[in-house]
């Protein structure tokens, strides 16, 4: 501490490495009426990147995304956005905008008047509003929609609109509450796709909360799971996908297949409570689970001369899933079902005996969730 | 479909809107035509009324047109400023009211009607108590060294009358619109840059200003028409158009007169509210 102290005299504000960051949030807590809702949050996100932070509703996403804003304040912790530590500023005065989940457009004014409000707020002239606005408008592709009224636009032209609005004024982040949470299906995928390029073409940092994973995935250069106030884990979709960190990542994730168990002598095989063994390429000492995706598992007809480290068992259920049919096996007797890919187009049915093959590559291992 | 089947819901709907009619029409449109009626009466020598429709009261009306308009200008005015006060202590009010936990709000919102189930008259004397030269107000300014003033039988004291007597008016109307408003666009106004004043000038006050015009109009037709208020904490100088109107029936025992008085009270204070109408039609649309 005292050397900490000696070599820069104001240990919050940073030296920027290399790159520089839009936000680091540390050590962020924060409880409701004795109820935490997060528990020492990191995070760091660097400039122009789309950030996005998922988990399941009560995870704490979206009051860290209101402590950001200023909205909420954090019983601990900092918050610096560009350099900067606003921990105390009110929203005002932060260099971030938000697109609120509902969209939250003022209706007593137009839509140009809704997208240059932030721009009025700053003390810019009212001609360089009007054209900064109608350029926003047009980047959002709403040409043309200035003079409307906001009650008359559809779902999907108000999310814009609220987009329009919180780019304007080219904030250091923008913040975005579930901003896709109220339409429907096919627009939420289009409107995913049109976030995305948006972000591209007007290089701001994005700061995306989101309980929806595959939305998550799409959208963002990094993410973070959270789980019941922690970061369970962040980094690329790419690594968050190929290595969950924690069960709950996993099952979050989709992995349909979670074994709990504990690894033998030789680390590298790993028995679930229900007396399997099974293979995995990296050993994990503390490991508690094994998590092994249903798609990679394949599920083929059992046949004499089976080689080892595949199981085999009685066929438990069968779902024809389109563009593969998922089988529950019943397998070691003892009552653990692992589900796989039927191979080859086999036609399997309730009672039949069958072999999985599991590649120990696909076998992860994980080491528990952390308590409390 | 059939018959029955369709005479039920329409002969309700018939039901509903008649209730309703008959009600305006014996509560509001019958003493208005009992007084628009009674005006073209004359007064007979020992008072009350004849009906022998004579134009007389609306005569004096136009002959005495300076006294009238004098009274009237003064009674717009007093109850223009005890609207613009009423509304000023109401709006915070009311948001408090409406930021309160919502088990407290029921409770906040009986105190403020709480003093509307004793007699207006009984609170009006009290007021008289309250502002007497040696009442507790004088006897407040004495202890802090100042000399006693004033209060009653001033324009003041009865404007003070009048926002005490009518502030639930302007809070009720103006708290339903605060807890009606969609509290995102509050948080998003703080997101793009305002701080808390121009948050409500630009974003919260527009879109409260029907309970702010409700509440207003509340309080200031019953204020346009007071006469307990000014008779009671007014002198010479608060005369209004209630008590020439009051005085009328009691003193002068002229009903002719008094009801053309009170019709065109009414006419006024119709005429006064078509802008307001107009404007609220006109941003709905």
């Known amino acids: 501490m005292v050397r900490g102290n000696v070599l820069d005299p104001h240990p919050r504000v940073r030296t920027l490495g290399p790159v520089s960051l839009s936000l680091e949030a540390t050590g962020i807590h924060k409880a409701f009426a004795g109820a935490p809702a997060l528990r020492g949050v990191d995070l760091r996100v660097e400039q122009g990147e789309f950030y996005a932070l998922v988990g399941p509703s009560g995870c704490g996403k979206s009051t860290l995304l209101r402590i950001v804003g200023g909205h909420e304040r954090p019983d601990e912790g900092r918050i610096t956005i560009a350099g900067r530590d606003v921990t105390d500023d009110p929203p005002e005065r932060r260099p971030v905008h938000t697109v609120f989940q509902h969209y939250a457009l003022f209706p007593h004014l137009s839509v140009e008047d809704n997208v240059a409000f932030p721009l009025r707020m700053q003390g810019v002239g009212r001609r360089e509003r009007r054209a900064r606005a109608r350029e926003s408008l047009e980047m959002v592709r709403l040409p043309g929609y200035g003079r409307r009224s906001v009650a008359t636009l559809s779902g999907g032209e108000k999310q814009r609109v609220a987009l329009a609005r919180a780019l304007v004024p080219r904030p250091a982040i923008v913040l975005l509450d579930e901003p896709l949470g109220a339409l429907d299906l096919q627009l939420r995928r289009a409107m995913q796709d049109e976030i995305r390029d948006l972000q591209r073409r007007v290089g701001l940092t994005f700061l995306h909360v989101t309980h929806d994973q595959e939305e998550a995935f799409r959208l963002a250069d990094e993410v973070a799971v959270l789980h019941r106030g922690r970061v369970a884990q962040q980094g690329t979709p790419r690594d968050v996908y190929r290595r969950p960190a924690t069960p709950f990542v996993a099952a979050f994730l989709g992995v349909g297949n979670l074994l709990e168990g504990r690894p033998e002598a030789d680390p590298r095989r790993f028995r679930t409570a229900q007396g399997l063994v099974l293979e995995a390429a990296v050993p994990v000492a503390g490991a508690t689970v094994a998590a092994i995706r249903e798609e990679t598992v394949t599920v083929h007809p059992e046949r004499a001369g089976v080689p080892s480290g595949d199981l085999s068992g009685v066929v438990e259920d069968v779902a024809f899933l389109g563009a593969m049919t998922r089988v529950a096996v019943r397998v070691g007797g003892a009552g653990a079902s692992v589900c796989g890919v039927a191979a080859e187009d086999h036609v399997f049915h309730r009672g039949d005996r069958a072999t999985l093959r599991v590649d120990p590559d696909d076998v992860l291992l994980l080491r528990p969730d952390p308590v409390g | ?285």
């Not at chain 2, 009600?23 to 005006?39: D, F």
């Not at chain 2, 509304?87 to 509307?116: D, E, G, K, M, N």
């Open chain 2, 1 to 285: 479909m059939t018959a029955p089947g369709d005479r039920g819901p329409a002969s309700g709907k018939w039901v509903a809107l008649a209730l309703p009619t008959l009600w305006a029409a014996l509560l509001l449109a019958l003493p208005l035509v009992v007084m628009a009626v009674m005006s073209t009466g004359s007064r007979p020598a020992q008072g009350g009324v004849v009906y022998d429709g004579s134009l007389d009261a609306w005569r004096w009306l136009g002959e005495r047109e300076d006294l009238v308009a004098r009274t009237a200008w003064r009674s717009a005015r007093i109850a223009g400023l005890a609207t613009l006060f009423a509304v000023l202590l109401a709006t915070p009010t009311a948001w408090w009211i409406a930021r309160a936990p919502v088990r407290r709000r029921a409770l906040l919102l009986l105190l403020v009607v709480v003093p509307s189930w004793t007699s207006f008259l009984l609170r009006t004397y009290a007021w008289r108590i309250l502002f007497r030269t040696e009442g507790p107000v004088n006897e407040v300014l004495g202890l802090v060294g100042l000399d006693p003033v004033a209060f009653l039988n001033t324009e003041g004291a009865v404007i003070v009358g009048l926002v005490y007597g009518y502030l639930p008016f302007a809070v009720l109307p103006i708290y339903v619109a605060v807890e009606r408003l969609d509290r995102d666009l509050l948080h998003a106004a703080r997101d793009l840059g305002a701080g808390p004043v121009r948050t409500f000038l630009s974003v919260a006050f527009p879109l409260t200003l029907a309970g702010t015009v409700a509440g207003a109009t509340l309080v200031f037709v019953p204020a346009l028409a007071a006469f307990v208020t000014p008779a009671l904490l007014g002198g010479d100088d608060t005369y209004m158009i209630g008590q020439l109107t009051q005085d009328q029936f009691m003193k002068a025992r002229d009903w002719p007169l008094g009801s053309a008085l009170g019709a065109a009270l009414a006419l006024a204070a119709l005429l006064a509210l078509l802008p307001v109408v107009g404007a609220r039609r006109a941003a709905r649309a």
